[in-house]
């Protein structure tokens, strides 16, 4: 996403700006949080200074201090800012303040004459705020023009839940886009490169394991690499040879154990537990077969596998027309427990 980022501003006049929902707990935090990110980027594009100590004055000064400063800057900012102010006061409650982060993007989008595209990542952590901040969102999509909305996040439920469920507010609001995992030599690079950085060596075999046991999901490349540097630590060895890689996926396996069973028993139906199931041990496999395997028919089960499809439980390919898991490690998790 930062290297998105960088070339649609190098190539463009588009302001870009990231907000990182995982630093928020509160409403306060999602307004503080996105109208910093908003401004700082644009003082940054148009090389403009002050605008970032003027908002410290008004988030974190004192009264008077924030005052004075709404007074000053004017326009956009000034506005907000007094929404803020009367949020401290109490005279305005969070939802008051929400709305005010909306109305604020879409005046200082037209205020600047400026295009925005807003990156919110790890969108599933602003579930917490009650989903209300969805109708705003929906409302604000329908309704501005300079701006538009990039949501992140690594939550299937939240997916389902926020964008693909007919009863929500953002239902097919947003076009849907899946990262795809990394290819075999992207991994073997960076697990050699990140263990030349603590002068520890692999071949490349072996830096080929990591892909076979992640499939490339960058999380589990990551945790099974931590993995292996810790033991590789322990036992005060400079070379990660088969066998710990091996430890280390055991290892990641019954890490995640509780997690995998907590989404694989409240997560899914029990139709749907069937098909996860046979899909994860058979793969790639066939509807027909699918139906087969748990003694259903295809035309009882297809409404089921597409929610799944849809909810990137399972992924289908187009030529061969078979299924399969999404996540690598999950269904290793899985064939464990049959």
């Not at 080929?208 to 992640?214: A, G, N, P, S």
């Not at 069973?261 to 077969?289: D, G, H, M, W, Y």
Request: proline share 1%; aromatic share 10%; glycine share 4%.
């Amino acid at each position: 996403m930062h290297n998105v980022t960088v070339r649609v501003e190098r190539e463009s006049d588009v302001l870009m700006v990231e907000v990182n929902c995982r630093e928020m707990v509160s409403i306060e935090d999602f307004s503080k949080i996105t109208i910093k990110e908003i401004v700082n980027s644009y003082a940054k594009k148009h090389r403009i200074k002050g605008l970032a100590l003027v908002l410290s004055k008004i988030f974190f000064g004192k009264v008077i201090d924030a005052i004075r400063s709404v007074e000053k800057i004017g326009g956009s900012i000034a506005k907000v800012g007094e929404i803020y102010l009367k949020f401290r006061e109490r005279s305005l409650n969070k939802e008051d303040l929400a709305r005010g982060v909306f109305d604020f993007i879409k005046n200082f989008a037209k205020e600047k004459k400026q295009n925005m595209i807003i990156i919110f990542d790890e969108f599933q952590e602003t579930e917490k705020f009650n989903g209300f901040l969805f109708n705003l969102f929906k409302h604000s999509m329908d309704s501005q023009e300079r701006t538009k909305y990039f949501f992140s996040g690594s939550s299937l439920g939240l997916l389902e839940k926020v964008f693909l469920r007919e009863d929500a507010p953002l239902y097919l609001m947003a076009a849907r886009h899946s990262m795809k995992p990394l290819e075999e030599t992207t991994v073997v690079r960076f697990v050699q490169s990140r263990f030349r950085t603590m002068r520890i060596s692999l071949s490349e075999d072996v830096a080929k394991l990591f892909h076979k046991y992640t499939g490339g999901i960058p999380f589990y490349v990551q945790k099974l690499g931590l993995l292996c540097f810790q033991q590789a630590m322990i036992r005060k060895e400079k070379e990660i040879k088969t066998d710990l890689v091996k430890n280390g996926w055991r290892n990641m396996l019954d890490e995640f154990d509780n997690e995998f069973e907590n989404r694989f028993l409240r997560k899914f139906t029990p139709q749907q537990k069937k098909i996860i199931k046979t899909v994860a041990t058979f793969e790639p496999i066939s509807l027909s077969l699918i139906a087969k395997k748990i003694g259903r028919r295809s035309t009882d089960i297809s409404t089921q596998v597409r929610r799944l499809v849809e909810a990137m439980v399972l992924f289908k390919d187009k030529q061969k027309k078979n299924y399969r898991m999404t996540d690598k490690v999950f269904r290793d998790w899985l064939v464990s427990q049959v």
